[in-house]
């Protein structure tokens, strides 16, 4: 709770710090500085303490996990903001507005992963899914931005509309909004409560672009300014995966039999298509859309099971996986040519560069001793427990992934450059990335820095 209120705070700082503030650095530094705070608010929580004693009412509970969701989530921002914080300066004069819009959604994240009411799940996902509309169309000079907004704010508002109706028949069939367990075996095995299921199930499956309904994903993820869509597609979606778990672990866990089967049925389809479809890309940017979706049928694997294995894997993929995506999309904000080719040569001229988007690569393709390894294990071994033809097909999988992962890792250092140079890269730009891939390294050997938090 006390990083929730003053992230909305930050916000509006942010928004207003504009008018007195033209330095863009000093804007910049006011928001790592920001990100700083909460994050040091966030673990002051997980150790008991509060800044604010607020009587919430039985909507929002801040748990051990959601706080280290939340730290997960913040330390990734922070990085962000590190590595992309000034590549927002050419999508538009408007820097602050877009910094602004970032706190913003980081008090939607904090309510999608504390929620005990549908209600603040609802307001909580409308919190984060508005600024996006707008970040996803900020590059108002290019059409491509602007068709990808339309395109977010039409779907987006159609599976808004489904996860409407299910909140509307969940009440029905309980007449409260409390996400908890229903024991009324009138409740349970009533049509109104399945319909409810069933809706719900569809609408998260849409935010977190599970097939069959990631078709909007490739689009957007393409279209959206290069900085943003690594936001989208990694802060964003880990939180609202920790949201679905949420849901079904704590709502719908008696009717587990029913929902089940339509879990794995979406995991194995979005995997399938996700990775299938990533193979034949020709643009990095594209490929990394069809990749977040395959990832995205990794994390689903999480809601499949919900044991201790896989809580505990969705939280090192929301951190493996975010540093690695977001760590990608920093050099691709400072290439122009988005093809398999733009990177040929890059280790002889950029080797720090180089060897980090190695590191980021290996992880994604989840190669031992990197975080994706063991998130990518976790939750293989969370789906043994049910249906070991799950975990298998997930496993081979993730070999295909190995090829179009791989393809980047062989342009750089196998390859010659067609191209007389690379653009040159802020001054820091490669130590901060060395040091984000290095992380990576070090939650592949010692995992128990994030997950030591659950439980100490």
């Known amino acids: ?65 959601a706080l280290v969701m939340n730290a ?64 996803t169309g900020s590059d108002k000079r290019n059409l491509k931005s ?29 007449g409260n909004f409390s996400a908890t367990v229903a024991v009324d075996p009138t409740v349970v095995g009533s049509s109104l409560q399945l319909a409810s299921l069933l809706l719900l199930l569809f609408a998260m499956s849409f935010k977190v672009s599970v097939a069959p309904f ?99 894997g969705l939280l090192l993929y929301a951190a493996s996986y975010s540093l690695a995506t977001i760590g990608i999309f920093a050099v691709l904000s400072h290439l122009q040519d988005y093809t398999f080719e733009g990177f040929n040569g890059l280790a002889k001229k950029q080797p720090v560069v180089a060897a980090s988007l190695a590191i980021f690569f290996l992880s994604l ?11 990518k294990l976790f939750m293989i071994k969370a789906a043994l427990v049910y249906q070991p033809w799950v975990a298998i097909f997930a496993v081979i999988m993730a070999v295909v992934a190995v090829f179009y992962y791989f393809r980047v890792i062989q342009a750089m250092y196998f390859r010659t450059a067609d191209q007389a140079s690379f653009p040159e890269f802020p001054k820091h730009f490669p130590t901060l990335l060395l040091v984000t891939a290095l992380l990576l390294v070090l939650l592949g050997v010692f995992p128990e820095t994030i997950l030591g938090l659950l439980y100490f």
């Not at 909305?8 to 000093?26: E, H, P, Q, R």
């Not at 150790?47 to 039985?58: A, M, P, S, T, V």
């Not at 068709?147 to 969940?170: D, V, W």
């Not at 393709?365 to 998130?375: E, K, M, N, V």
């Open 214 to 312: 990631h078709f909007w994903t490739p689009d957007v993820y393409d279209g959206a300014p290069t900085v943003f869509t690594s936001f989208m597609a990694t802060i964003v979606k880990v939180a609202l995966f920790a949201a679905f778990v949420r849901l079904f672990e704590d709502t719908f866990s008696l009717q587990f039999s029913t929902w089940q089967p339509w879990v794995a049925g979406f995991a194995v389809l979005t995997l399938l298509i996700g990775n299938l479809t990533a193979v034949f890309q020709q643009s990095v940017k594209r490929m990394l859309a069809y990749s977040s979706i395959a990832q995205a049928g990794f994390m689903l694997l999480a809601v499949y099971a919900i044991n201790g294995d896989s809580k505990e």
């Open 146 to 174: 602007n068709e990808a907004a339309l395109k977010y704010f039409l779907l987006g508002s159609f599976s808004t509309g489904l996860l409407l109706l299910g909140i509307a028949f969940f009440y029905g069939a309980r």
């Open 72 to 135: 997960i989530m913040l330390a990734s921002l922070f990085f962000y903001l590190l590595l992309s914080g000034r590549s927002m300066e050419k999508v538009g004069p408007h820097y602050a507005d877009y910094l602004a819009l970032l706190f913003f959604i980081c008090a939607g994240l904090f309510m999608v992963t504390g929620y005990t009411s549908l209600l603040i799940l609802f307001l909580g996902i409308e919190v984060i899914s508005i600024p996006l509309y707008i970040l």
């Open 365 to 375: 393709a989840g190669i031992p001793l990197t975080g994706g390894f063991l998130a």
């Open 1 to 65: 709770m006390n990083a929730l209120l003053v992230s909305a705070i930050l916000g509006v700082l942010l928004m207003l710090s504009s008018v007195f503030i033209k330095n863009k650095s000093s804007i910049h530094t006011l928001a790592l500085v920001g990100l700083a705070v909460l994050f040091v608010l966030n673990l002051a929580e997980i150790n008991g303490w509060l800044l604010f004693e607020i009587d919430l009412k039985g909507m929002l509970r801040f748990d051990r996990y």
